[in-house]
Structures are given as structure tokens and as C-alpha cells.
């Protein structure tokens, strides 16, 4: 049984005494006879950010889809807080890589918070009352400005920062970030990191990210973890970036540093 047991800058732990964290206890997916990954154990502690990495194919973005939920799975997922008190389901939010939507749409930033924040259709909705909370939800995220800007005018950025408020609302446990910033600009990947690691410190917020910019891994991750099938290696991104299984898998040659955009 593949092993990922994280402990933030440890080599592990063997339970969350004295730290909340969302516990992954031996996940498995298949699609009829397929296995898309199994024994899956992750322990996913507040106030860190934990990385997976692996190549296409590896299940990363179906393992977050199981935990939200949306695809059959075994094992268990639960939320155990400071005191070691296991309280159940954590709160989840999730940002996706991307968002389909007709980008010609006469749909504003402040039309999908009401959406999202009132049981009543839109349109019978008055947004003078809902302005203040949106305003103070997009603040979070260093977008408060784009309020009444259209979906469609959104850059790449901008609209995942949007995605980012609307996940934490109510603020979660665990925020699932599925290669977030995938096609976003630097100046763009930056900020979205710089706001992820300002929540993660005032919000105490364990984070779980999808990524394939191995730079960026190795710069803002707490914790690494490689999925192929299943866990292979966690650990510190140093750690896992020097493994012979992650120089396997990605190609890697003795002496490579990390940089932006992936190891070189």
C-alpha cells in the first residue's frame, strides 16, 4: 500500500495531534476495469499547501474529483481538528483549471456572486444589498475592482481569482486548487500565489494543489507529493525533487536546480 503521510517541513507524522487536518485515508478509483489509482493516503494539515505532481494520466485531477465527490471511490474522507477530535466532513472549496462559459454573455462579475449567494433567481434579486459582501469577498483576492466587470473581459487571471473568492465562501477547510493558473500570464501566477500563501497564513487553510509547473511547486509548496497510479514519494519539494522515482518520471538529469517553470 502506497504511503503519504505529511507533516509541515517533517519527514512525517503519524497523526494530527495538535494540528487540524483533512485525513485521505486509502482512496481508490477505477472505470469499469481500469484502475485510475488505489491506496491513495494523505494527511493534509492546516496552514500548508501540499503539492501533487505526476504525469498525464496519473489520476491527480481525479483524485481531487473523488474528493469532492463527483466520481466513485473507496476509502474515507474526514476532518479532525486541532484538539484531535474527529468532526466529520471537511468544508471544501475549488478553484478548477478553467471555467466553460459563453464568454459573449452579458454576465458581470457581481451577476455570478448573486447567482451563487441568493436562493431567488438573478433577476428578482437587488444587488445594492448583496454589494457589500461581494465587494469584501472579492477583497480577499485583490479583485474588488472587477465587480462589475463582464466575464467575458476577464483576463485569464483575473477570472481565476474570481473562482477563488467565490471558493471561499464559507471560508473551507480545504481548498482544492486544480492547475490553477494553467495559461495564466507570470504577473498573473505570482499574485494568485502571493494571495494563496496570504490565506493560507490568516486562514490557517490547508490547500491541496494540482500542478505541472515544477517551479512554482518547488517555490511555494510546503509538501510534494508524486502520484503515478497511486503514491510513489512525498516529502519536502526538495526531497521529493532529488528522488530517483521523480527523475524517472519526469526525465530529470543529475545537477538540475528548480526554476520557473519546471526543473532545468
Request: with cysteine; aromatic share 4%.
Amino acid at each position: 500500500m502506497f504511503k503519504a503521510i505529511l507533516h509541515h517541513r517533517a519527514a512525517s507524522c503519524e497523526d494530527c495531534s495538535g494540528l487540524c487536518c483533512t485525513k485521505i485515508e486509502d482512496f481508490s478509483v477505477k472505470a469499469g476495469q481500469l484502475e485510475i489509482f488505489s491506496h491513495v493516503n494523505l494527511h493534509i494539515h492546516c496552514g500548508q499547501l501540499t503539492a501533487i505532481i505526476g504525469p498525464n494520466g496519473a489520476g491527480k485531477s481525479t483524485l481531487l474529483r473523488a474528493i469532492l465527490g463527483e466520481v466513485p471511490h473507496t476509502g474515507r474522507l474526514r476532518y479532525v481538528d486541532a484538539k484531535g477530535k474527529h468532526t466529520g466532513h471537511p468544508v471544501i472549496g475549488y478553484v478548477p483549471q478553467y471555467l466553460r462559459f459563453d464568454v459573449s454573455a452579458p454576465i458581470s462579475v457581481m451577476d455570478i456572486f448573486m447567482a451563487c449567494l441568493s436562493k431567488r433567481p438573478v433577476w428578482l434579486c437587488s444587488g445594492s444589498s448583496l454589494r457589500p459582501m461581494v465587494l469584501e469577498q472579492l477583497a480577499r483576492v485583490k479583485a474588488e475592482h472587477l465587480i462589475d466587470r463582464r466575464l467575458g473581459a476577464l483576463s485569464g487571471g483575473e477570472l481565476q481569482r474570481v473562482l477563488l473568492a467565490l471558493a471561499l465562501d464559507p471560508m473551507p477547510d480545504l481548498l482544492l486548487l486544480d492547475e490553477p493558473v494553467s495559461g495564466v500570464d507570470r504577473n498573473g501566477r505570482e499574485l494568485f500565489y502571493e494571495i494563496v500563501a496570504d490565506l493560507r497564513a490568516k486562514e490557517d487553510m490547508a490547500i491541496l494543489l494540482v500542478s505541472h509547473d515544477l517551479g512554482l511547486v518547488a517555490k511555494h509548496a510546503d509538501q510534494v507529493v508524486l502520484m503515478d497510479k497511486g503514491v510513489l514519494v512525498s516529502g519536502t519539494p526538495e526531497d521529493v525533487f532529488r528522488d530517483a522515482r521523480t527523475r524517472q518520471v519526469f526525465g530529470m538529469v543529475d545537477g538540475i536546480e528548480a526554476g520557473e517553470g519546471g526543473l532545468a
